[in-house]
């Protein structure tokens, strides 16, 4: 089936193409004809398998091929990360059309997405806080919205923005095409659909013989000590057909920790967690997704945002708290048909949570077999080559290149060796080095007790404060002199000042 038989239009069709999206998923099958007619949907379906095209094409459409400037069509989604991806999907797909998309959301100065909603865009994709703070200030119109989307519903819960959203509905006209698009179903994504959707089609774009957990995504569990997991993810790293890797990790301050420790073992990693700006985590995400970057570390907060295709691996630092959670972040791999692998580690402390998910998700090993880097089955499970080291070879040449600058400071000092040291020169009792350093000393030496002496001070050393200072910016002053001035002295005179 191609999308031109779902009844979208050619020009739609032809911007897809460039990128070579020119088959329909089947989540995509389903919800596209009904969304075009404005039947209200709910739409479940699993992470990675098309979702933002089963509403953003529809929506597009709906609007016109040259819609009237103003927000039209509203977009709703948990985090920063997923409004970029969201945004740049429609981007594509308008690209056609003088439709403008603009993304809505924190982290980012409030100038350029106010300017791009006066310059008339009729597509928005934010998250609630900062939708209903544009709102409230009047700087974002929604009452003439026709579409409304809510996207990763389940997540947006889990957030706590169930409020937000409550009001941004109230914001909206009553009358409007709605969608609700979320991996899970729990009772309170129902109770929303039911307050604000207008007699809804659930479609459930899944296997009824999958099973809970993506069928082309292989599993392997292992209960790991803390102290080894990073030897035991840079071997991971280098099995056979690794490609893009994604590794979550439960805090900020873990995920800072791992992106440098992978860093010095050689590899090209990046991290997105909350203590970087908005800015950084765009860039990591932007450096991973065109290759630049083959690893990514992550918390939660970017899950969602993580939507490459060609993520061949999962690795769970630290095991999520809940079987959802755990469901998002393996999604990241095994998208678009493709298959992947998702490895989690369980800490002695947490094999209750193990538990948990594994009776959720029915996975049948509720006890990890213990693994250490040296474990031989480690690199059967994963196809990781006899005698892999948890360092790139190149990852010594690196090290070494780094202690570059410190060799240099040491040949700088042995150089600096054989010329006299400053305080000798200084202290006019000492002499050293070349002639011409050795007569100037005395020279020095003779000339500051006379100076001082001059200024009023004693000879001797009994000066007062303001004497030493005196003194001791006269002897900077002549042992700073030029090689020129040095060598216009005669040698031995006393006058060298």
Known sequence: MTFAELSIEQDIVDALATKGITEPFPIQQQTIPLALTGQDIIGQAKTGTGKTFGFGLPLVQRLGAAPEPGVKALVVVPTRELAVQVTEDLELATSNRPTTVVSIYGGKAYEGQIEQLKAGAQI????????????????????????????????????????????????????????????????????????????????????????????????????????????????????????????????????????????????NAAAVHGDLNQEQRERAMAAFKAGKRDVLIATDVAARGIDVDDVTHVINHTIPDDPDTYLHRAGRTGRAGKTG???????????????????????????????????????????????????????????????????????????????????????????????????????????????AATEGGSADGSTDGAAKRRRRRRRRGAGGGSSEATASAPQGSSDGE
Do not use: C
């Open 124 to 267: 928005v994709v934010g998250t609630p806080g900062r939708l209903i703070d544009l709102q409230r200030q009047r700087l974002l119109d929604l009452s003439h919205v026709q579409e409304v989307v809510l996207d990763e519903a389940d997540r947006m819960l889990d957030l706590g923005f169930l409020s937000d959203i409550e009001r941004i509905f109230q914001a909206v006209p009553a009358v409007r095409h709605t969608m609700l698009f979320s991996a899970t179903m729990p009772a309170p994504i129902v109770a929303l659909a039911r307050r604000f959707m207008s007699r809804p089609v659930h479609i459930r774009a899944t296997d009824p013989d999958e099973g809970l957990t993506q069928a082309n995504i292989k599993h392997v569990i292992y209960r790991a000590h803390s102290l080894d997991k990073d030897e035991v993810i840079a071997r991971i790293l280098q099995a056979e057909g690794r490609g893009k890797t994604v590794i979550f990790t439960r805090t900020k301050r873990a995920a800072a920790k791992l992106v440098e420790e992978l860093k010095d073992r050689g590899f």
């Open 341 to 451: 692998i998702a490895v989690t580690f369980v800490d002695w402390d947490d094999l209750h949570k193990w538990t948990l998910i594994d009776k959720a998700l029915q996975f049948g090993i509720p006890e990890p077999v213990e693994t250490y880097s040296s474990s031989p089955h480690l690199f059967t499970d994963l196809d990781i080559p006899a005698g892999t080291k948890g360092r790139l070879p190149g990852a010594s040449a690196h090290a070494a290149s780094a202690g570059g600058p410190a060799e240099k400071s040491s040949g700088d000092r042995q150089r600096s060796s054989s010329r006299p040291p400053r305080s000798r020169t200084r202290s006019g009792s000492r002499s050293g080095g070349t002639g011409q350093s050795a007569t100037q000393a005395p020279a020095d030496g003779a000339a500051a007790p006379q100076a």
